[in-house]
């Protein structure tokens, strides 16, 4: 049934197997007071316009495009963080109610999100051992305090943090962007999810220690057979570690296909565009991490 649904603008989930997670024609539109407060009649902004997108176990998917295209918005539409104005979500080929309640508690359990910045998601008042126990009792049952803490340092270790007792006992603030970004990593391999949507992981993190988190996310991918949507800016990477790429241009997805093919013969002319203004990351030097 899902290959003849699929949308003629999604890839076919054919010879390389479903879809776990795929979304149809999503739209997202913001009322443009709406940030504001102004509750005046505004004209609204179509953030997300007709998306549609299937992710597979496995792969990476990049999701590519400028700032304010409109990425981190589906990153929050497909994990449910904010409802869509139209569109469908599948799950496992299961389409998603838009009611909350026990379904939703599974659903996030499958699909979770890290941020660009994990320092806005990670509470600074909780050292590392609370935050990822609450995850872990959310999401693994009941279990005792010895317990817990095994489970969270196992979670610790997956992400290459270790010693592990020296990170359990840490603030938020006393770790690195980049023990920050791999924290927040801990924290959403604690629901054994299926899907993880990791919104530009490495555009806050030092140049030098970016293709270490990478790394993990394609140990991630390839050990946990995760289906991962990378969201970036950056083409270089979307090349090395994601299979197909999708171009967001204006909440539109203006190009799509396999990762080297969309990057070394792109169609569209904002990928042309995009490929032509990108940074040579070997040079480009952020926010320490
Ligand atoms: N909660 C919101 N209310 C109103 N507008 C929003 C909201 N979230 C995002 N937007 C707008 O939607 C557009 C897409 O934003 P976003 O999804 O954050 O893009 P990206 O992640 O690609 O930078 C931007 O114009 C942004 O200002
Ligand atoms: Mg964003």
Redesign the pocket.
């Known amino acids: 049934m899902t290959a003849t649904t699929t949308p003629s603008d999604a890839v076919a989930s054919t010879e390389a197997g479903p879809f776990v997670l795929e979304g149809r024609h999503l739209v997202k539109e913001?009322?443009?007071g709406?940030?504001s407060g102004i509750l005046r009649r505004r004209p609204t902004?179509r953030?997300?316009d007709d998306v549609s997108l299937g992710l597979r176990r496995g792969e990476v998917t990049a999701l590519v495009?400028?700032?304010?295209?409109?990425?981190?918005?589906?990153?929050r539409m497909l994990a449910r963080l904010m409802p869509l104005t139209s569109g469908t979500i599948l799950l496992g080929g299961q389409e998603v109610p838009a009611a909350s309640g026990r379904g939703l508690r599974e659903y996030t359990g499958a699909v979770q999100l890290t941020l660009q910045d994990p320092f806005a998601s990670l509470n600074p008042l909780r050292r590392v051992e609370y935050i990822l126990s609450r995850a872990v009792r959310i999401h693994q049952g009941p279990a005792d305090g010895g317990e817990v803490r095994h489970r969270c340092a196992a979670l610790l270790e997956r992400v290459g943090l270790t010693p592990t007792d020296r990170y359990l006992d840490r603030y938020p603030h006393e770790l690195s962007g980049g023990e920050r970004q791999r924290v927040s990593f801990a924290r959403a391999l604690a629901a054994s999810p299926a899907v993880l949507l990791a919104?530009?992981p490495v555009s806050m993190l030092d140049v030098t220690i970016r293709k270490a988190m990478l790394d993990l996310i394609d140990d991630l991918r390839r050990e946990e057979d995760l289906a991962v949507l990378y969201?970036t800016h950056d083409l270089g990477s979307a090349r090395r570690y994601s299979s197909e790429v999708l171009v967001?241009h204006e909440?539109r997805v203006v190009e799509r296909g396999p990762s080297e093919q969309v990057i070394t013969d792109p169609q569209d002319a904002y990928t042309r565009r995009l490929l032509a203004a990108a940074p040579d990351p070997e040079r480009k030097s952020t926010r320490a991490g």
Do not use: P
């Open positions: 913001f009322s443009a709406a940030r902004l953030a997300v495009g400028q700032s304010g295209s409109g990425k981190s918005t589906l990153g919104d530009e969201i967001m909440g």
